[in-house]
């Protein structure tokens, strides 16, 4: 399939599982979706009735505490949206229509492999319309504390440079960088799970997170060792897994992006941050077109005719 063409499925796919957070069932299905239509959420079983649709896209962030939400609990919300996104960008997929009946996307294993399995299971199709960019002009850069994140030129595909660095011994300090693609993402990047840390787990459940977290889903983390009696999947597991909510949170750029992405002890929050401040000054990016890499609309001009309000979250 030629890369400068938009994607989507060729057969809906559907999955089930809980929630990690809510530890609610809930049943999502992937349906193909035309060219221009981008990434969304169908959000249905509603108590009014009324189905809701939500873009993906970063103006709808409505919560980043542990994971990324979209929409309101009053019309209707999605959350923990970043795996399924992750692995929407990572394989390459512009257009797709997400029907889910709860208010969180199931947690399945941890990570992103088996959306991707799934979406592999049904394949790709080309959508006959040219695939376009959110070329980066200008670097931007947030910082919080000792964190930061930044979005910079290069020359051409997306870059990410993700490290982490905890205290806990366990995890420590790594860091992660390569070029996304869809081999490497496959190879590198799906099967990191999410993970946690067990002196944490009763402060979640105060505060109402983490409800549906098992070690069938989650990598838990002690004060000397890995939980988990299988262990990691991969040596570096920890920033791998932030790696893939990197990609997932980015995703909310609306288009792919053409341009390089650095951070430090980042997360959703920063994730997040680092596209608005992006999208606060038109001279920052471009919207380009297939190989010509010609310049188009803006984002603002893009979301208006999506119907998208804005929103400016804190970083």
Request: hydrophobic share 45%; glycine share 10%.
């Amino acid at each position: 399939m030629r890369t400068n063409q938009q994607t989507t499925l060729k057969a809906p796919a559907t999955l089930s599982g809980i929630g990690v957070h809510s530890g609610n069932p809930v049943v999502i299905t992937l349906h193909p979706a035309p060219a221009n239509h981008g990434i969304a959420f169908l959000r249905t079983g509603m108590p009014t009735g009324n189905d809701r649709l939500i873009k993906a896209h970063h103006a709808c962030v409505s919560a980043t505490e542990l994971c990324t939400v979209i929409g309101d609990v009053e019309s209707g919300a999605v959350a923990t949206i970043e795996h399924l996104m992750s692995a929407l960008y990572g394989l390459g997929i512009d257009n797709v229509l997400v029907e889910i009946d709860g208010p969180e996307m199931p947690i399945l294993d941890g990570s992103a492999l088996p959306y991707v399995q799934a979406i592999d299971a049904v394949g790709t199709a080309s959508c006959g319309a040219a695939k376009r960019w959110i070329k980066v002009l200008r670097s931007v850069r947030i910082e919080v504390g000792r964190a930061f994140a930044e979005l910079r030129p290069i020359d051409r595909g997306f870059r990410l440079d993700v490290e982490i660095d905890f205290e806990n011994p366990v995890i420590g300090r790594s860091r992660k960088a390569m070029d996304l693609t869809p081999s490497a993402y496959r190879r590198e990047i799906a099967g990191a799970r999410t993970f946690g840390m067990m002196r944490d787990v009763e402060r979640y459940w105060k505060a109402g997170f983490a409800l549906g977290a098992s070690l069938e889903n989650t990598v838990a983390v002690g004060e000397t060792a890995v939980v988990n009696p299988e262990g990691l999947r991969y040596a570096d597991e920890f920033v791998r897994h932030k790696f893939l909510d990197a990609v997932g949170d980015l995703a909310l750029a609306g288009l792919p992006i053409q341009g390089g992405y650095r951070s430090y002890c980042g997360g959703h929050r920063m994730n997040v941050g680092v596209l608005t401040a992006l999208f606060s000054d038109r001279a920052n990016y471009a919207i380009v077109e297939g190989p010509s890499a010609r310049r188009e609309t803006s984002l603002t001009e893009f979301g208006a005719s999506l119907g998208i309000a804005a929103f400016v979250g804190d970083l």
